[in-house]
């Protein structure tokens, strides 16, 4: 992964960032808890998108989706 990719955020993070910022200041919500929640976060949508990316490429997401829907997931 090169830098670039590396310090983005993930869209879907930056949209809960937005909302939960408010929390901060009314509540007693540390920066510091704040921050590691949507750094482990955007790390779990990166993942999410990558192996998405796989799937399409490898033209394996009917075999994805169709495994998700009758397969033997343990999630």
Do not use: P, W
């Not at 879907?12 to 909302?19: F, H, P, S």
């Not at 590691?36 to 796989?54: M, V």
């Amino acid at each position: 992964m090169n830098n670039e990719n590396k310090n983005t955020i993930h869209l879907e993070v930056l949209v809960l960032r937005a909302i939960l910022t408010e929390a901060i200041a009314f509540n007693k919500f540390t920066h510091e808890t704040f921050e590691k929640i949507f750094s482990d976060i955007d790390i779990a949508y990166k993942e999410r998108d990558k192996y998405r990316h796989f799937i399409s490429k490898r033209d394996l997401m009917g075999d994805f989706l169709k495994e998700d829907q009758f397969g033997e997931f343990d999630c």
